[in-house]
């Protein structure tokens, strides 16, 4: 990195082992939109993991941000809102998440806070190679971290602890970094992820006509990408409300197409298919032995992530 500029973010693998070590840190898992910040010598920039600029959606952490920092820095964090329990929710910062409009931003009324916990950039100086340990030293530093910015802090050891605490309090679960690992950019075995609850992103193939009542459409049918293909992983058809299946059959319906995306057969009578480019972030319980999602439900759409990186999370 030659200057302040957006890079890819460093992503997190998913491991079943639980483990404590003197060299890893443990941070609680927060469940919400990825974003760098990138400033350099103007006004701050909020990007997704994925390079689209997300300022208009949160005009008070741009402001916050311009406020503190310095004239040059490059930070790392998640954006949160917090359900009625009290814990960071992705479903609960939907409304601010496809709003183009900074005043409706504001207007929806959904709190929102950036929880960083990574500095690339400051002060002149590229920090990617420095030890994760320093740059979080540094990242103490730089900023005020009064709300709505936040600073993500970590404990030391005791990481089989601190994942029976995450799972008990309802989060999201428990990120593992190693200690003095550099900031690469891309999926890393160095950042490590125990999750309380199974959830992923699954891409929209299709979708069923709506029983009874119900309006816009009966489920959502999901897959992922294995081998050139999407394959399919079952259907979902719970976590929506009145306003949610109005608003996504419309876009639904602007994509559908004649033909299955799916790589195999879908048994799914009446099926409408669309064009894969929508990616549905999903809770489930489990994946069954033929492949198949257990118990799952919508959790809303992410606009941070390209349908063709979709693939299955396996520990």
């Known amino acids: 990195m030659t200057g302040p500029g957006w890079r890819e973010p460093t992503l997190a693998t998913l491991t079943d082992r639980r483990f404590s ?3 890893w840190i443990f941070e609680r898992k927060l469940d919400g939109v990825r974003a760098l910040c990138v400033r350099d010598d103007g006004p701050p920039t909020l990007y997704s993991r994925n390079h689209k600029v997300m300022d208009r959606a949160y005009p008070e952490l741009v402001e916050a941000l311009g406020a503190q920092g310095g004239p040059r820095f490059v930070a790392d964090g998640e954006i949160v809102a917090f359900d009625e329990s009290g814990n960071t929710s992705f479903a609960a910062l939907q409304p601010r998440i496809h709003v183009a409009d900074p005043d409706r931003a504001r207007a929806t009324g959904v709190r929102v806070y950036y929880y960083l916990f990574d500095l690339l950039y400051f002060d002149d100086q590229d920090t990617t190679a420095l030890p994760l340990r320093q740059r979080k030293a540094l990242l103490r530093d730089a900023f005020d971290f009064e709300d709505p910015l936040r600073l993500s802090t970590h404990r030391n050891a005791e990481g089989e602890k601190f994942f029976e605490e995450a799972c008990r309090r309802g989060w999201e679960g428990v990120v593992a970094k190693r200690a003095d690992s550099p900031y690469r950019h891309g ?3 160095e950042w490590l992820k ?5 959830g992923q992103e699954l891409v929209i ?3 069923t006509d709506p029983q009874g009542a119900r309006h816009g459409f009966g489920a959502l049918l999901l897959g992922y990408h294995e081998d050139g293909a999407l394959k399919y992983a079952g259907k979902v058809g719970t976590g929506f409300d009145e306003k ?3 608003s ?3 876009q639904l319906k602007e994509r559908e197409v004649g033909r299955s995306p799916f790589g195999g057969p879908v048994k799914e009578p009446g099926a409408h298919w669309v064009r894969p480019d929508l990616v549905a972030q999903i809770g489930f319980s489990e994946w069954t032995r033929d492949g198949r999602l ?6 809303g759409l992410r606009e941070d992530k390209k349908a063709a990186d979709v693939v299955r999370e396996r520990p």
Do not use: I, S
């Open 294 to 299: 257990r118990h799952p439900r919508f959790a």
């Open 248 to 250: 996504l059959h419309a």
């Open 21 to 23: 070590d003197d060299g």
């Open 205 to 207: 193939g299709g979708f």
């Open 244 to 246: 949610l299946l109005a």
């Open 187 to 189: 999926r890393t075995p």
């Open 194 to 198: 125990f999750k309380c609850a199974r």
